[in-house]
């Protein structure tokens, strides 16, 4: 909780102090908890399973509160799994021992590894094994960026989820 709700709060308060108008904050489809195969809404149900999921979503409620208080204006975006890397290089996964999947896939496939092993066959899809939701780093940076554009144009504060579903 010292990083997702603790620092939070106190970067919250230093915006509201200085008079920073808006506020982009970077959430997690966490927050909804084990969802079912449906895309998820941003209306859904909150019910986050851990507490990774439970400080982000306490950290969206101080910025709601926040902006109600004060002449803040925010937008939470709510990642489910990036992946990917910048198309020219400057950043992604390069450490040799990853465990990321769309990695650990592409070296696959690639033949640098054996084999991949996929784990979990207890969830209810056709064959068992977890469904996911993925988003490209790049199109989560767009969305940071539009979400900027949204506030600057006088937009209202809004939650919105990152993903492809």
Known sequence: YE???????????TAVRE?????????????????GLEPVREDARLA????YGLSKLMSEWML??????????YTAL???NVAGADPK???????PGA????????ETALGKRAFMQVFGTDYPTPDGTCMRDYIHVSDLAAAHRLALQRLRAGGTSLVANCGYS
């Open 3 to 13: 990083n997702n709700t603790c620092k939070t709060r106190t970067l919250i308060e």
């Open 19 to 35: 008079g920073v108008p808006h506020f982009i904050f970077s959430s997690t489809a966490a927050v909804y908890g084990g969802a």
């Open 48 to 51: 986050p399973e851990s507490p």
């Open 64 to 73: 709601r509160d926040a902006a109600l208080a004060h002449d803040i204006r």
């Open 78 to 80: 709510r990642y489910f």
């Open 89 to 95: 290089g400057r950043t992604g996964q390069s450490t």
């Open 99 to 106: 465990t990321h999947l769309i990695k650990v896939a592409c």
